[in-house]
């Protein structure tokens, strides 16, 4: 079945350094990537997607790039604000006749030092 | 829009205690998922519902564990009996269509504990 691996599962960074963390899979049939961000005490939040058709996507300070044929994919943050500490998951899509889920990595805790 | 709505935000019960969740979705989404988080194990995908119709239970974990969705307005997760190892934070998410390649809005989340 589908895999996903995040790394790393800390990550520290001085405000405005730029952050990275990556993902690999391992479904080919995989076709959609989405990144979560999770505040403490909330949810998680889609901040940007990416769909297997497409390398780069970019909104803002936050991009995402895709390999497909690596199967891997990463989050980058540019200039890293403090209100950009907390949890980052990325995750892909299975699906398997009508069933579908999303397959989430471990998470990344991003700490911006001030 | 309120957003995901789940209740209650914090439940301590004891081993053995029947537990009920509650989540009311976004307005007009069609797709409800119920998520497991935990330290050991991650975000975990229970149940995934369409059109108020199960269309993934495989993540569900024995028959402790049941769902149901009798609207499309609000959408249940109850164990019987509940066990310690049930202790986690449970998330529910909406998605406005199929729920394949959407948007998941997320929940604030039950945290459960049972002694």
């Known amino acids: 079945g589908e895999n996903v691996e995040q790394h790393p599962s800390t990550l520290s960074v001085q405000e405005g350094d730029s952050a990275v963390i990556k993902c690999t899979y391992s479904d080919s049939a995989s076709n959609y990537f989405p990144w979560y961000k999770q505040e403490l005490g909330k949810g998680p939040q889609l901040i940007i997607d990416i769909r297997s058709n497409v390398g780069e996507k970019k909104d803002q300070r936050i991009a995402v790039t895709l390999n497909k044929t690596a199967k891997h994919f990463s989050l980058h943050i540019t200039e890293t604000q403090p209100e950009d500490s907390a949890v980052y998951f990325c995750?892909?899509?299975?699906?398997?006749?009508?069933?579908?889920?999303?397959?989430w990595g471990a998470g990344t805790k991003l700490i911006i030092k001030p | 829009d309120a957003g995901v709505i789940q209740s209650p935000r914090h439940e301590v019960t004891e081993m053995g205690q029947e537990v009920t969740l509650r989540c009311k979705p976004i307005?007009?989404?069609?797709?409800l998922f119920w998520y497991r988080q935990t330290m050991m194990r991650g975000l975990e995908l229970l149940i995934y519902f369409n059109n108020n119709v199960p269309i993934d239970d495989s993540g569900m974990p024995e028959d402790r564990f049941s769902a149901k969705m009798p609207n499309a307005s609000f959408s249940t997760l109850k164990i019987q009996p509940s066990e310690p190892r049930d202790s986690a934070v449970y998330f529910c998410?909406?998605?406005?269509?199929?729920?394949?390649?959407?948007?998941?809005?997320f929940g604030p989340g039950t945290r459960l504990l049972v002694l």
């Open positions: 995750a892909a899509s299975r699906e398997l006749g009508s069933n579908y889920q999303l397959i």
């Open positions: 998410a909406s998605s406005p269509g199929t729920g394949r390649g959407e948007t998941q809005y």
């Open positions: 307005s007009g989404h069609n797709s």
